[in-house]
């Protein structure tokens, strides 16, 4: 995805704590969901939406931390 500089768009500095907190719920279900799939290639690609999102909203992007459960 490439980024126009002069878009005027709602950042997450001048949103609602709520809000922020409701769109990064909802990101972290999005990638919940595309990582019980088992297919890797959709979890990159639900990764790298996610990602655009953030950075689309004025953050820094999205990371991923893989824990393993024994």
Do not use: C, P, W
Not at 27 to 55: H, R
């Amino acid at each position: 995805m490439t980024f126009d500089d002069n878009v005027k768009a709602l950042g997450f500095k001048d949103m609602h704590e709520s809000q922020i907190e409701a769109l990064l719920r909802m990101i972290d279900m999005f990638l919940s969901t595309a990582e019980v799939t088992g297919d890797q290639e959709i979890f990159e690609e639900a990764l790298e939406m996610a990602n655009d999102l953030v950075i689309l909203f004025g953050g820094n992007g999205v990371s991923v931390e893989y824990v393993a459960y024994y």
